[in-house]
């Protein structure tokens, strides 16, 4: 059974984020990247679903510039089996739309029977590929799995999707896309024979005229980057315990009116 | 009406909208001059919950009722309301951020080939086009993002946006469009309700109690919780907490968790990891109870006390059953 699993480079948490010059982009310069960690736990699910049927292939998938494949190859170290770059200028400014038509025609070309994809990349934390991809696919998609087994013969999967107050398990024919919650799994680290391992393994690149895909200009784009408004400065109340929760009680009631 | 502006329906799953749609109709009302309306997909419809809708302020309401729209499923919506939409011609079309509107919207979006905006928190007319701001980078910066056509679509984060005052008495003006609701892929083998806390749902509420790894333990939290029933608030968790299996994942707050803008934020034991602040840092009023006085936290809270949270929260439970009369 082939899985594919797009992953998005995105810059580490810590990492301090600055606007650009254009003010429609972050400053690049300086900044460590990482897998987005939803997009390892889509990973770790794709391995361990071959792991336990013992037969299958995970292939990688990511956008973005020469730098991504730094992305790629950690998650060949964890170790799915190969990676596509998708590499073109044309795709600099793609919105989540056009990011699914070009994973679209990537799953097209490979014919994958299942799709699992982090819930939400960490930079945007737009979160609409995968119901995207999944609707240009004509597939059927659940959100926010928390749980996934295949049949034996392959051909279903039964998954549970974390909703407000509870779990709800379908069963699904394959292919179908997932998106991977926390919880899902506890992501590997690489071994050092991954890492040595990853090297050999193959990063196909394409690029827009490979997959048929016009770059056609952004359906959502972004106006302005700015930093946030100053919070004002806060309170800090002193005193012994008993008074100084009387003083943040009568504050939040008679100042802020919260409560 | 044309060009109204849609407001898809979150429901209780029991007949009735939940109360974020308050805030979501009034912001449609409040952007289209007075043209919002409601859509809403569900297999039960209550006549009261229709009402509400209308009180509301839902010029019109859109009604599918059919047993196969229930639980949700993205495959089986999205055609439902792409053809509406293909009929009507609304110029926006906002949902909630709920797990699934998040999910429906998007797909909508790259059914009818338009923009898609998650999680906004705020929202303007610049002369005939929409213009959006939503978080992003962990909170760090706020990103204003405008469609390249309509209809605009875009989910609203609860608590931001202000909710309307319902007019008591308005009768709904239902609308039951005849659409073929397909038959689906997915199939409901079993839901597992969550025990019930008997507290507000975290990502909705709006008072909000969190622990960190200052309450030192799982048994712990039973004193934030007794201090969230007095209030009527939610208890959530930072990663930290979540991570060391103190509390189940769906209480985590931050960035791999819920994302929330209560009223009021209270958090205990708490440090105030970048992580975690991009999941409440557009909280309204923000209280931090930390020992350690160089806590990142303090820089957003609004009011801080240095302090063992195992004294300052009995303390503080106190005075809030003596102000509420409990």
Request: charged residues 25%; aromatic residues 6%; contains cysteine.
């Amino acid at each position: 059974m082939k899985i594919l699993v797009p992953v998005k480079q995105v810059p580490d948490t810590a990492t301090q984020v600055k606007v650009g010059q254009d003010a429609r982009q972050i400053e690049t310069g300086g900044i460590t990247w990482i897998i987005s960690p939803y997009d390892e736990f889509a990973v770790e699910e794709a391995l361990r679903i071959k792991e336990k049927r013992g037969e299958g292939e995970v292939v990688v998938v990511s956008l973005g510039p020469d730098r991504v494949k730094e992305a790629l190859r950690s998650a060949l170290a964890m170790g799915a089996d190969r990676a596509i770059h998708v590499n073109d200028p044309a795709f600099n400014e793609a919105d989540t739309l056009l990011t699914a038509r070009v994973l679209a025609a990537v799953i097209k070309q490979e014919a994958p029977a299942l799709v699992i994809v982090g819930r939400q990349a960490i930079d945007d934390d737009m979160g609409a590929v995968p119901a995207q991809l999944a609707e240009l696919l004509g597939w059927p998609s659940l959100y926010w799995v928390m749980e996934a087994a295949i049949d034996a013969g392959g051909r279903t999967i039964r998954a549970g999707r974390q909703v407000e107050g509870g779990l709800e398990v379908f069963e699904a024919p394959l292919p179908c896309v997932l998106t991977a919650q926390k919880g899902l799994n506890e992501p590997r680290y690489p071994t050092l024979k991954g890492i040595m391992g990853a090297k050999k393994k193959e990063i196909k690149d394409l690029r827009a005229d490979d997959l048929g895909v016009a770059p056609e200009s952004a359906q959502l784009s972004i106006v302005r980057l700015e930093t946030l408004p100053p919070r004002p400065p806060g309170r800090i109340i002193g005193g012994d315990v008993r008074e100084a929760a009387h003083e943040l009680v009568r504050a939040l009631r008679e100042e802020a009116k919260a409560i | 009406m044309p060009n109204a502006f849609w407001c898809v329906v979150e429901d209780d799953r029991a007949g009735h909208p939940k109360k974020v749609m308050a805030e979501v109709l009034a912001e449609a009302a409040r952007l289209s001059g007075g043209r919002a309306e409601a859509v809403w997909l569900t297999d039960r419809a209550e006549p009261d919950g229709l009402r509400r809708l209308a009180e509301w302020g839902a010029g019109k309401i859109w009604l599918v009722e059919h047993p196969g729209l229930a639980p949700y499923r993205g495959e089986v919506w999205a055609p439902v309301v792409a053809g509406l939409v293909a009929a009507q011609a609304p110029r926006a079309i906002l949902g909630a951020v709920t797990s699934r509107q998040r999910e429906f919207l998007a797909r909508l979006a790259a059914r009818l080939g338009v923009g898609f905006a998650a999680d906004v928190v705020g929202l303007a007319m610049d002369g005939d086009r929409l213009v959006a701001t939503r978080p992003v980078y962990a909170g760090k910066l706020l990103a204003r993002v405008a469609w390249a056509r309509p209809p605009w679509i875009a989910t609203l984060r609860p608590n931001v946006f202000k909710p309307a005052d319902p007019v008591a008495g308005r009768e709904p003006q239902i609308e039951r469009p005849t659409v073929t609701v397909p038959d689906g892929a997915l199939r409901l083998a079993e839901r597992r309700e969550e025990v019930s806390t008997g507290l507000p749902e975290l990502s909705e509420a709006e008072l909000v109690v969190s622990g960190g790894r200052g309450l030192k333990g799982p048994e712990n939290f039973v004193i934030l919780e007794r201090l969230a029933a007095v209030i009527g608030a939610a208890v959530g968790a930072s990663r930290a907490a979540v991570d060391a299996g103190w509390r189940p994942h769906r209480f985590q707050i931050g960035q791999t968790g819920r994302t929330i803008s209560p009223k009021l934020y209270l958090g205990f034991g708490i440090s105030g990891a970048i992580q975690h602040l991009a999941g409440m840092r557009t909280s309204k009023l923000i209280v931090a109870v930390n020992k350690d006085p160089e806590a990142p936290i303090f820089k957003i809270a609004d009011y801080g006390i240095v302090g063992d949270l195992f004294e300052v929260v009995p303390a503080l439970t106190e005075e809030f059953k003596k102000l509420l009369g409990k």
